[in-house]
Every structure is written in structure tokens, then in C-alpha cells.
């Protein structure tokens, strides 16, 4: 199993939307609505921002927002604020069973 | 407030046992899943596996032949075990609670492995 693919970073100004993409294959992402979103600032643990693709925890901002179409998976930050600025996981449930998580990309707020 | 702790030793030698356990407060352990993962210093996070309350695992196919991962609900604790660890080990060790996503975890515990 390979992990799903991140974009290694991703970068944008305060108020602009910033997309960062989750690549996976038709035996993870793909064929699973389990599809998950973690926030980690350097030295903190992860919080989850969106699961089930689309859906947000409570107290997470409604700026950050998740989609899917075919075997990738998206998060979508609209309104970027300088405290945005964080590393990003994606994670899928496997047809396996098992969890893949993607490499992570670091965001930037300019 | 369900909160997770993780505890065990923070250096084990090359070739040893790495054993780790994480106690859960604030909710019965019972019908979820409970998940180890990792993260090398300055990498990305690593899936090592989950357990249910029920006993039944899934492992990460890198890991699977020498992790075994258990669960005490009587104890409010799960338990990890990797044997034996090389210097490629050396991480921070999550656990968290569920199976495809973890809204709560612990605050993650550094383990070096080390002569």
C-alpha cells in the first residue's frame, strides 16, 4: 500500500481560498466515504478539521470545507486567516481495512 | 471529556521491545476502535493500527509482523508492542480513539531507540 499523495506545500495570501488535493486509487479514496482531514502545527497533536469527506467536527470554522471526486479527495480553506498556517494530512479508509494516510503538505499564509 | 494519555518507556535499545500503553478517562472503551499511530521527528504521521473493543486488529502490512496491538477495557487501557525496533522506530507515538478517523487523542509520547 502506498500512501495517498499531498502536494508537498501549498501557499496563499490572507482572505484568498487555497485547495489542497489527496490522491489516492480505487481501493482507498476512491470506493470510501471514509475519507478524513488533520490540522498539525509543529510539536501539537493533530485535530481533525473534516470526516466522511464532508463533514466538520464541531468547532471547526465553516472556512474549511471537503469534497471528493473519484479518487481524490480535497480541502478547500476559504477566507485564509494567518492561524490557517499548519501542516495538512488526508486519510482514507482501504478496502483492506486498514488506513492510509497522505504525506502531508504545509500550508503558508503570505 | 474523554482524554488519553500515553505512557511506557521513552528509550529501548536496538532489537528490544517497544511497549507502550495508552489509559482512557471520560467514556467506557467499550464499541469503539482504538488506534496507534507515529510520526518520525520531522516526517509525517504513520498508521500503525487500530483494535476494537471486541478484539478484533488491523495492522499497517509494514508493521504487521511485529506489531501487536491489545486492548484492557477493564483496565480502561489499550497497549502497543513492537518487537524487535531498530533505530528507524525512533518516533512519537499517538494513540487516539477510533477506526477511519480520531477526533480524540493523546498528547503523543517520544520514543527513542537507542544503544
Known amino acids: 500500500q502506498s500512501a495517498l499523495t499531498q502536494p508537498p506545500s501549498v501557499s496563499g495570501s490572507p482572505g484568498q481560498s487555497v485547495t489542497i488535493s489527496c490522491i489516492g486509487t480505487r481501493s482507498d479514496v476512491g470506493s470510501s466515504n471514509r475519507v478524513s482531514w488533520y490540522q498539525q502545527a509543529p510539536g501539537t497533536v493533530p485535530k481533525l478539521m473534516i470526516y466522511e469527506v464532508t463533514n466538520r467536527p464541531s468547532g471547526v470554522p465553516d472556512r474549511f470545507s471537503g469534497s471528493k471526486s473519484g479518487n481524490t479527495a480535497s480541502l478547500t480553506i476559504s477566507g485564509l486567516q494567518a492561524e490557517d498556517e499548519s501542516d495538512y494530512y488526508c486519510t482514507s479508509y482501504t478496502t483492506s481495512d486498514t488506513l492510509l494516510i497522505g504525506g502531508g503538505t504545509k500550508l503558508t499564509v503570505l | 471529556q474523554v482524554q488519553l494519555r500515553e505512557s511506557g518507556p521513552g528509550v529501548v535499545k536496538p532489537s528490544e521491545t517497544l511497549s507502550l500503553t495508552c489509559s482512557v478517562s471520560?467514556?467506557?472503551?467499550?464499541?469503539?476502535?482504538w488506534t496507534w499511530m507515529r510520526q518520525s521527528p520531522g516526517k509525517g504521521l504513520e498508521w500503525i493500527g487500530y483494535m476494537s473493543s471486541g478484539g478484533s486488529a488491523k495492522y499497517s502490512p509494514s508493521l504487521k509482523s511485529r506489531v501487536t496491538i491489545s486492548v484492557d477495557t477493564s483496565k480502561n487501557q489499550f497497549s502497543l508492542k513492537l518487537s524487535p525496533v531498530t533505530t528507524a522506530d525512533t518516533a512519537v507515538y499517538f494513540c487516539?480513539?477510533?477506526?477511519?478517523?480520531?477526533?480524540?487523542w493523546g498528547q503523543g509520547m517520544l520514543v527513542t531507540v537507542s544503544s
Open positions: 471520560g467514556d467506557s472503551m467499550d464499541n469503539y476502535f
Open positions: 487516539a480513539r477510533g477506526m477511519s478517523y480520531h477526533r480524540y
